[in-house]
């Protein structure tokens, strides 16, 4: 693309013509277009504001029905929902938690705040998602079975979970990392943040695994504000989920009785209420965001820059449409060209692994993480 500054002024116009502006075109924006004020305003009337109300178990029954879990807890975000899911798991102080190291930082924070340690597997480039095969390696290198526990002989830690992520709302090999985790009695937890609305083999991200979270920020393909949910299908976790969530409080007419350290986790009526105007809508924006990224696949057919696709058996919900060049200075032109022009584009995250505060973690080797971390750039998939 570099040789060819057409190409880049060329993707440029496009973007613009897609979406029928000359102003600044962000990322992604939400869209409120349905009964946000109506329910915001039923709400505040109600007077149920915080984490009590309808809203607030309307909103779980319909995300448990759309993603076909038995129940689904909501959070104040997707980091503490991530954070609940590990401790709901049995996670412990000093256990090794295995996740990827291209991910958005809140992964391997959510792992931090349980006391436990991040080890970073490599990913395959098709999915940008945890690499089974990496996985396998990984394990066969370092584990050992002590009854039915897995340990670290490396570094003698427990390895005690599993947090894969559905990049940008495409499927990881979930099904293959699900049997490494259960021969190695590994649980396995899924940062589903970004994909609401995704499934493999028709079954919803983030219900592979013994828990999984979604976030519903405000840049994610729906959103509550500032929110988050965790999925489960098994009832004692879910009753737990929620138990913490409200600092453990025992449920009584007027006594405030806690029976263990607890979180004030608990997602608020108010933004349930903007969830679920939300929630009606997702057909309606997956819909949009789908054929938004088939253009964009169309128009990158013919320029030497490839845009990244679901698999046949997945269908992604296309929260941020991505497009990978051949070379990270190709990748810098269009970066510096693209937001020069008022469009926002945006590269992949930097390798969690390289920063400070994770750089002592223990990783495999990382080839696939390194190339696509100096490729892959997000460009604008609002919802038109
Ligand atoms: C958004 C996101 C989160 C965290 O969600 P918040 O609701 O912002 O706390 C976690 N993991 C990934 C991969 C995300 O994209």
Redesign the pocket.
Known sequence: MTKDSDAISDTIKYIKNLFATEEFIPLHEPNFNGNEKKYLNECIDSTFVSSVGKFVDEFEELIAKFTGVKKAIVCV??????HLCLKLVGVEDNDEVITQPL??I??TN?ITYANAIPIFIDVDRDTMGLSPKSLRQFLNDHAELRGTECFNKTTGNRIKACMP?H?FGHACRIEEIKSICEEFHIELVE?A??GMGSTLNGKHLGSFGTLG?I???G??IMTTG???VILSNNNQLSAKAKHLSTQSKIPHKWEYRHDEIGYNYRMPNLNAALGLAQLEQLPHFLNSKQNLAKKYAEFFKNLEVSFFEDRPEEKSNYWLNAIIFNDKAERDVFLEKSNSNGIMTRPIWQLVNTMPMFKNCLTSELPNAKWLEERVVNIPSSVR
């Open positions: 975000n997707g980091t503490n929902a991530l991910t958005f809140a992964t959510a992520m990049t940062d943040a970004e979270a976030s519903f920020n840049n994610k500032g929110g988050g």
